[in-house]
């Protein structure tokens, strides 16, 4: 259960914290056996975090979900109610229901953080909502394929480098974009750009070190951003990113 420490360290406190059917706790269960299968012989997540995989890898990518619906751009005439929650001291609220219908791309999957995870949950939230995931190590391709398959959660797997992805991007808007531990910020808006749109939103969860990436960003982008705190570590953030245009020079 959750401790009082808050962590989520098992199934059961996961579905307190965000409120998932048994489905897909099933689902996510599945999904934990399979990545301790496969870890013996493809590298999927740092083995010290092998026995922390509620609370360092599957709560620490669905408390994106309710962060994806922001109900007014974070410019303008400022942050939607999140984001004045956010702002006020406040805590981030429990998933609710996403927009149903959103495209949801996640950058470098890897082992499927948090893109695969919130794939399983928008399967149960927002049914219509589509999830494309891109990761160039082709085990690590047949990996997520494989869960998506156990748990009967459809997902685009494109098997590619985030970079060819994006300079083949043409009109393929998405409304969320996600990405964890794949690169630095400024180099993570260069790849989500082509997929911009004035709706779109990206959630990178970022370390101690996120505002540093956020100025490094701001010399190369021109973007509204907010920093949100982690449910899952003291000392992280997630940065939230809306209206993401390159810096024109003069």
Same mark, same amino acid.
């Given at each position: 259960?959750?401790?009082?420490?808050?962590?989520?360290?098992?199934?059961?406190? !996961?579905?307190?914290? !965000?409120?998932?059917s048994r489905e897909t706790l099933d689902r996510l269960r599945t999904y934990e056996a399979l990545l301790k299968s496969w870890q013996r012989v493809v590298n999927l997540v740092s083995p010290a975090t092998l026995d922390d995989v509620?609370?360092?890898? !599957?709560?620490?990518?669905?408390? $994106?979900?309710? $962060?994806?619906?922001?109900?007014s751009p974070l410019g303008g005439e400022g942050p939607g109610a999140r984001g004045r929650a956010l702002e006020e001291g406040g805590k981030i609220p429990r998933p609710g229901e996403a927009s149903g219908g959103q495209s949801w791309l996640?950058?470098?999957?890897?082992?499927? !953080?948090?893109? $695969?995870v919130l794939a399983i949950l928008l399967a149960e939230k927002a049914p219509q909502a589509r999830m494309t995931l891109v990761e160039s190590d082709a085990r690590k391709a047949a990996f997520l394929g494989e869960v998506a398959r156990k748990t009967g959660v459809a997902v685009e797997i494109r098997a590619e480098r985030s970079e060819k992805c994006a300079t083949q991007a043409n009109s393929r808007i998405r409304n969320v974009i996600t990405a964890r531990a794949l690169a630095p910020l400024p180099k993570l808006l260069g790849l989500a750009q082509p997929f911009f749109s004035p709706p779109t939103v990206a959630l990178f969860p970022k370390g101690r070190e996120?505002?540093?990436?956020?100025?490094?960003?701001?010399?190369r982008f021109d973007f509204d951003c907010?920093?949100?705190?982690? $449910?899952t570590?003291?000392?992280?953030?997630?940065v939230i990113v809306q209206n993401l245009a390159v810096r024109m020079e003069g």
């Open positions: 259960m959750r401790t009082a420490s808050g962590r989520i360290d098992t199934a059961e406190a !996961f579905q307190e914290t !965000f409120g998932v509620w609370h360092r890898h !599957f709560a620490d990518s669905a408390q $994106l979900l309710d $962060l994806a619906d922001i109900s996640d950058l470098g999957s890897g082992g499927g !953080f948090p893109g $695969l996120a505002e540093v990436e956020i100025a490094e960003a701001r010399t907010q920093l949100a705190p982690s $449910l570590d003291a000392e992280a953030r997630i």
